[in-house]
C-alpha cells in the first residue's frame, strides 16, 4: 500500500533532519525527534526476532532521552569522531493513529587515525504521529544486524 507523495515528503525530511542533527553532534536536540509518550531502543535482530527485551539502549520517556543526551555531552568520554547516518528502502503505512515505517540504516565512523568504517548496519522499525510541531518518534527501534557491536557504540543511531 503506498502513501501520498505529500507524507512521505515529510518522512523524508524527517528522517534527513534527524540523520543531520545526531551527525552534527547536536545531542541536545534529539528528543525534540520524538513525541510523548515515547520509546527508544537500540536491540540485536536476534532478540527482536524472539521478542526478549534485553535492549543495549532503551529509553521509555522523554526524560530518559534527555538525560542520554546530556550524558553524551557531558559525561562520556571518547575520542573525537564523525558520524554519517545513511537511511534508506524507506517504507510506511497508515495504521489506528500512527504511521508504521520501516527503512533501512547504515552508520559509518571516521576517527581521527583510522580509516572510516562501518559501525553499524541494521533497520528502522518505527511509529510515527503527526503532532503540533509536525511528524514524530512515537517509538524508534534499532535493530542492528550484527551479533557483535563495536564498543565505540556512544550515539543514537
Request: hydrophobic share 45%; glycine share 6%.
Amino acid at each position: 500500500m503506498s502513501i501520498p507523495a505529500e507524507l512521505r515528503n515529510e518522512l523524508e525530511d524527517l528522517y534527513a533532519e534527524y540523520a543531520d542533527a545526531l551527525d552534527s553532534g547536536a545531542f541536545e536536540c534529539w528528543s525534540d525527534f520524538f513525541g510523548e509518550p515515547c520509546l527508544y531502543r537500540i536491540v540485536s535482530k536476534e532478540n527482536h526476532e524472539r521478542a526478549l527485551p534485553m535492549s543495549l539502549v532503551r529509553c521509555e520517556s522523554m526524560g530518559m532521552l534527555r538525560d542520554r543526551a546530556l550524558a553524551l555531552q557531558k559525561l562520556n568520554v571518547y575520542g573525537p569522531r564523525a558520524w554519517r547516518h545513511l537511511t534508506s528502502h524507506l517504507r510506511a503505512t497508515e495504521a489506528a493513529g500512527h504511521i508504521a515505517v520501516r527503512a533501512n540504516f547504515a552508520v559509518f565512523e571516521s576517527l581521527h587515525d583510522q580509516t572510516t568504517r562501518v559501525l553499524v548496519a541494521g533497520r528502522y522499525l518505527d511509529k510515527v504521529v503527526r503532532t503540533d510541531a509536525g511528524l514524530r518518534f512515537r517509538e524508534k527501534v534499532c535493530v542492528y544486524d550484527s551479533a557483535l557491536i563495536p564498543g565505540s557504540l556512544v550515539a543514537p543511531l
